[in-house]
């Protein structure tokens, strides 16, 4: 409703209950009035019919030329002020009464104005409380049609509403489906590499004996590139589709930590990289063990690949927001136009290694969020290429 709609409202609504509340004011003043003097005069009267009866016919005259006679019902002769009476000698608390009766009107306007403008307040406050209601209720996915209340002033905000939601719903149905199929599409993929791996895998089993070695070598590191292909497509497409269940469990930061490093230890010792793990005492958090060693893995498989024979520097810290774990290495660091790009799928940035297929950093990322966690990369003043994880505790 516009401002100069609510003034002409309001404005209407005064004008209306004061005149309804003057009219009851002097309807009550009227019949007061009539009412005292018709007792003042039955007084005098009955006064004097009682000393001179005979004037009782001379009374009844007089009365019928006052009332009836005179159309403006005043004495043609002005006996009573030359007796040297005055009209307030007949009112007696009559000034206060009218003053109790104007004020009673005042207060009843007032009050039936409060009352409906209260009652109007309250009305749209009603609305507005349902319509937030009905938004909170879109907000968790509870929410399907919108109750009817009518036609008022709300009802074209409340259509409008309506609207946007349904279109919501529908674009997001929309997206969920296409989602859906890309998931669907992508873990058919992974499963149509997986049968030919399964075919080389034996091929390779059966030249080993008739075939040069460094021949084999090169098929098997192709195989293992395929493999650790189709594993990511595979754990990409359920994360896609919100199939993959995470635990909630409590882990030791250490622990984790220790884990990762020893289900890579041949891979370290292959290229002589070595990894430093401080024991910094427990340190607690939420999450699932399987998956985030999986992710902490791939964070430091790619520190060793551009730190071979290198060192990698694991530190933690707990405080009572997150629990941070940062990963770093001895390299030359990231190139400052692969920052903003580290973590999207299937990059592969400046000083990439050979065979990388640009996966696993992007499932780090997906597999830390998911368990409200950030993760981000840097490069230290000191050189080396540095990851940041923060789990939150909330």
């Not at 309807?27 to 005979?54: K, M």
């Not at 009352?115 to 109007?120: E, G, K, N, S």
């Not at 309506?162 to 719903?169: E, G, I, S």
């Not at 368990?371 to 990369?377: D, H, L, P």
Request: proline share 2%; charged share 20%.
């Amino acid at each position: 409703m516009s401002g100069q709609k609510h003034i002409r409202v309001t404005l209407g609504l005064v004008i209306s209950v004061s005149l309804v509340a003057a009219a009851i004011s002097a309807l009550l003043a009227s019949y007061h009035y009539s009412r005292l003097q018709f007792e003042v005069l039955n007084a005098i009267c009955g006064e004097v019919v009682e000393q001179e009866p005979e004037t009782k016919n001379i009374i009844s005259v007089a009365l019928k030329k006052c009332t009836g006679g005179n159309p403006d019902g005043v004495a043609k002769k002005d006996v009573l002020s030359a007796l040297g009476y005055r009209s307030s000698d007949f009112s007696g608390s009559s000034s206060l009464q009218n003053i109790l009766f104007a004020s009673t009107g005042f207060v009843m306007g007032i009050l039936l104005f409060v009352v409906t403008f209260l009652h109007r307040n309250k009305t749209e406050a009603t609305r507005i409380w349902a319509l937030e209601e009905y938004l909170e209720q879109v907000n968790t996915g509870r929410a399907a049609i919108m109750p009817t209340s009518g036609e008022d002033d709300f009802s074209k905000l409340e259509d409008e509403i309506y609207k946007t939601v349904t279109f919501l719903y529908q674009t997001k149905d929309r997206a969920v489906q296409a989602k859906n199929n890309f998931a669907e599409n992508l873990s058919n993929i992974a499963h149509q590499i997986k049968t030919p791996l399964t075919a080389i895998s034996l091929s390779v089993q059966m030249l080993k004996q008739n075939m040069d070695n460094k021949h084999l070598e090169q098929v098997e590191k192709q195989l293992l590139r395929l493999t650790h292909l189709e594993e990511a497509l595979l754990v990409l497409s359920r994360i896609d589709a919100g199939t993959l269940h995470l635990q909630r469990d409590e882990i030791d930061v250490f622990t984790l930590l220790v884990l990762a490093a020893d289900n890579l230890q041949e891979l370290f010792v292959s290229s002589h990289t070595s990894v430093d793990i401080p024991e910094q005492g427990e340190m607690l958090m939420t999450v699932d063990l399987d998956w985030t060693m999986e992710a902490v893995m791939n964070l430091m498989k790619n520190c060793m690949e551009h730190s071979p024979g290198g060192t990698i520097h694991c530190s933690y810290g707990q405080n009572p927001l997150y629990t941070e774990i940062q990963i770093q290495d001895d390299g030359e660091g990231f190139a400052k136009e692969d920052i903003p790009h580290i973590f999207e799928r299937f990059y592969r940035g400046r000083n990439a290694c050979e065979g990388g297929i640009g996966i696993g950093l992007a499932l780090s990322k997906e597999i830390i969020e998911r368990q409200n966690g950030t993760i981000r990369a840097k490069n230290v003043p000191d050189g080396g290429a540095l990851f940041e994880i923060r789990f939150y505790s909330h």
